[in-house]
């Protein structure tokens, strides 16, 4: 089950809560310190983003469609042409990597930035278009 961060803005007293996603939907908590709702803060965590099966216990989706299993969820998302942030991991992992590469002076787009300026330079003859 997911915990959620709430941090006390006043003493800066942190209190977590674990409970299930669709508890935390139905009843969002509001937890209160120095006589005021606390905030709900993110702390970069290990683990962050990986979700078991128990977050989903008792899921449903805003039309009320079970997603109470991760394979439940999926088949919702495709068939309504959502998505999750964990769709982006190999993205992710791929603009670090060239990240990687520019650091290091190496600019995996940079022969095709060029080519693409000399074709809109109409410089044909310099780079021969591809297919003609
Ligand atoms: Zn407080």
């Known amino acids: ?5 709430f941090r006390c803005d006043s003493c800066e007293r942190v209190q ?16 209160q310190c120095c006589e005021r709702a606390m905030q709900r803060v993110f ?7 990986v979700i078991s099966e128990a977050h989903y216990e008792g899921l449903r989706a805003s ?5 109470s299993s991760r394979a439940k969820h999926r088949a919702y998302m495709r068939e309504h042409n959502l998505t999750t942030i964990d769709d982006f991991t ?11 590469l ?3 002076g190496i600019d995996v787009e940079r022969p095709r930035d060029i080519a693409q300026a000399i074709d809109k330079l109409g410089g044909e003859d310099v ?6």
């Not at 190999?90 to 990687?100: D, G, H, P, Y």
């Open 1 to 5: 089950m997911p915990t959620y961060t």
């Open 16 to 31: 977590e809560l674990v409970m299930p996603i669709s508890r935390y939907c139905s009843e969002p908590p509001r937890p």
């Open 43 to 49: 702390l970069a965590a290990p683990g962050l983003g």
């Open 63 to 67: 039309d009320g469609t079970d997603i």
């Open 90 to 100: 190999e993205t992710w992992k791929r603009a670090a990597r060239q990240r990687a």
């Open 102 to 104: 520019r650091m290091q």
């Open 127 to 132: 780079a021969p278009r591809e297919g003609s």
